[in-house]
């Protein structure tokens, strides 16, 4: 695990040392690499690499790695789990190798098939190969998104890094707002890809390689995408088999490793699989982790510890209690966008905890996108049948204004049942795209136009945060609602938020992980599976469970699902209010520039006083001014807030005029 960054030494960087440029870009990402810096330019390209050592610990394994014949050179941050198998192929057709890395393998698969070589890799990857003769570009990023890769471009310059913050230490990168990927954040909690934040820097979508030629022209292009439409027929009995078979290998491959190793453990099913797994494949105990809370209403440390003495694992437990506010700032400015997902908190702990015995950490990310584990399928499901029981007339003439009553009751008596009530008449009036969109999304239209203020206001007012999943639902290949909403989220929400959450956070502590259930082999063939056998009844994860029905205890596999939550209402209260109270005052912070203050404070004291909960839509806020005072405020740019014309141009970001 890596971090990789460089420059095209086109026009803005000619006469910049090379060497200082990318020793500033190393050092804004070191933590993703503590154990080894190196560096290389020629005419065309400029490059470096922190390493993480993880296999072939010698200096063999020092990126950048060059080709035999001096041509091609790469960086790459990841892990490739079947380059053993891949090195045995080329070694068939020829090929010698001076180390045991998966680099050199990869690097060798490329110059070998080019963007071909991407179907045969099995990992988590994003890397960039450099051709020195024919002064062109190849960068790619895995088909799930495990590994990010941001690119800056205006003109005909181009940079690139593992973490916005590198290339932000470029000179002349400048720092300017995309108004309509804000508004993204607050509705969604994360920008979506390919935005970012800034104007200038965007993201390599997961699943899509990207071409550079020697006259700057550029080439992008999906390699990969999940289907849903191969449905496959067999019994229940012998899906759940080849499905527990398919986990098993893909937990056994990322086994591999030349530094200590453990896993995750929230006592869930996903985690809880996977450590079971690792235990059938380890000689001695699993080194496993979790997170536990003072509230028992977020606590599952007791689940862990039950799974932990199944599998006679090395368990450590961490409880997050007065660490939240002596660390918010620090573990916020990890995150060079604004990010909303609060369980970013206990993942910074558990990937710290785990860092003080291991180096890389097995997790069970993915099987709640791939087998509908959420709640909200089950309240998308409900929604889904409702929906179909009115004629579309019916609903979409007499369902918005009984939405509208129903909004009214639930202001005038402060009742939970009003609000819920006229969220679901909203939804039941919509498309079903649109309806999973306004369910699932953290912020209400009427408070956005109450908050949203001057120019900001006016350059997101057309623009619609809904179009990205409306968009993503639509070209599924899917035949029925439930596969469209889960490639929408694996294809949105896992790229965007969980795998985000993740990496930055391991990252942070210099500790790499590994997700067995997304093994892109897992996911398809879970995507082949009949829906039914995901969400049957109210049953989520029901294949999922079938296949450890004998492995995993039945408290492990039926208990409700608590999730990676977080006491939020009671942090803002408590830990976090001194953070929100100078955010929420400062009349010259970041909100002040783009909302309505007063209307802020009025959220705030509402809150406080347990009038109504606003505590998503407050923790956005205060994330929000997190992120601009971290980057943002400090800047010494002159020029006024809100200058663009549209949601797809900028805002010039800099000091009051």
């Not at 527990?244 to 530094?259: C, K, M, P, Q």
């Not at 609060?342 to 709640?368: E, H, N, W």
Request: proline share 5%; with cysteine; aromatic share 12%.
């Amino acid at each position: 695990m890596c971090g990789i960054a460089g420059f095209i030494r086109g026009t803005q960087f000619t006469g910049q040392e090379p060497e200082q440029l990318l020793q500033q870009m190393g050092n804004a990402i070191r933590h993703r690499g503590p154990d080894a810096a190196s560096t290389w330019w020629d005419q065309g390209i400029a490059l470096v690499h922190r390493r993480l050592s993880i296999i072939d610990l010698s200096d063999a394994g020092t990126q950048p790695i060059h080709s035999p014949c001096g041509r091609y050179v790469i960086v790459f941050n990841g892990e490739i789990y079947n380059y053993q198998e891949l090195r045995q192929a080329l070694e068939a057709q020829g090929e010698q190798f001076s180390s045991q890395t998966d680099t050199e393998v990869l690097l060798r698969l490329v110059m070998r098939e080019g963007e071909r070589a991407l179907d045969k890799l099995n990992g988590m990857f994003a890397f960039v190969v450099w051709d020195k003769t024919e002064q062109s570009l190849f960068a790619a990023r895995d088909r799930l998104g495990k590994k990010p890769l941001y690119l800056y471009q205006r003109g005909d310059e181009l940079a690139f890094a593992s973490e916005i913050k590198a290339i932000l230490t470029l000179p002349g990168v400048e720092r300017l707002i995309r108004p309509d990927a804000a508004k993204d954040f607050f509705f969604y909690q994360y920008v979506p890809d390919p935005k970012t934040i800034f104007a200038d820097i965007v993201k390599l979508p997961p699943g899509h390689w990207l071409k550079r030629d020697r006259h700057g022209n550029m080439q992008q292009q999906r390699y990969w995408q999940l289907s849903f439409k191969q449905q496959i027929s067999g019994t229940e009995q012998q899906i759940a088999s080849e499905l527990r078979e398919l986990i098993d290998d893909a937990t056994r491959i990322r086994l591999a490793s030349d530094v200590p190793l453990g896993a995750f453990l929230s006592g869930g099913i996903d985690s809880s699989a996977v450590v079971g797994m690792m235990a059938k494949h380890s000689k001695g105990p699993v080194t496993t982790c979790a997170i536990g809370f003072g509230d028992e209403k977020f606590d599952e440390v007791h689940f862990a510890r039950k799974v932990a003495a199944q599998f006679n694992t090395d368990h450590h437990e961490f409880t997050v209690k007065e660490s939240v506010s002596a660390n918010f700032a620090q573990i916020s400015s990890y995150f060079d966008e604004p990010f909303a997902d609060p369980s970013y908190i206990p993942t910074f702990f558990v990937a710290k905890l785990a860092r003080q015995a291991v180096t890389v950490a097995l997790a069970g990310d993915g099987g709640d996108e791939s087998f509908a584990g959420y709640s909200k399928y089950n309240v998308d499901q409900t929604e889904q049948r409702l929906r179909g029981m009115f004629p579309k007339t019916l609903r979409s003439s007499v369902f918005p204004p009984l939405a509208n009553l129903s909004k009214l009751f639930g202001r005038t008596f402060n009742s939970i049942y009003g609000r819920k009530a006229n969220s679901l008449l909203r939804t039941l009036a919509m498309e079903p795209d649109q309806g999973f969109f306004v369910t699932n999304s953290f912020f209400h239209p009427d408070l956005w136009q109450q908050l949203a203020h001057g120019d900001f206001a006016r350059d997101t007012r057309d623009y619609d945060p809904a179009a990205m999943t409306c968009q993503k639902y639509h070209e599924a290949p899917a035949d029925d609602h439930l596969s469209k909403v889960l490639y929408t989220d694996i294809h949105s929400y896992l790229p965007g938020d969980i795998l985000v959450k993740v990496d930055r956070m391991t990252m942070a502590n210099s500790l790499e992980a590994r997700a067995p259930l997304l093994d892109y082999r897992v996911v398809e063939y879970a995507a082949s599976i009949p829906s039914a056998l995901k969400l049957h009844g109210q049953e989520k994860k029901y294949i999922l469970k079938k296949s450890f029905e004998g492995f995993l205890t039945d408290e492990t596999l039926y208990r409700k699902k608590m999730g990676f939550s977080v006491p939020l209402a009671l942090w803002l209260k408590t830990e976090l209010k001194p953070f929100a109270e100078q955010a929420f005052s400062q009349t010259d912070g970041g909100l002040a520039q783009l909302f309505h203050l007063p209307r802020i404070q009025q959220l705030w004291q509402q809150h406080l006083q347990g009038q109504h909960q606003h505590t998503q839509e407050l923790w956005s806020l205060l994330v929000f001014s997190q992120w601009w005072d971290l980057y943002i405020a400090e800047l010494p740019l002159t020029q006024p807030v809100a200058t663009c014309a549209s949601s797809s141009e900028t805002i010039a970001i800099g000091t009051p005029a």
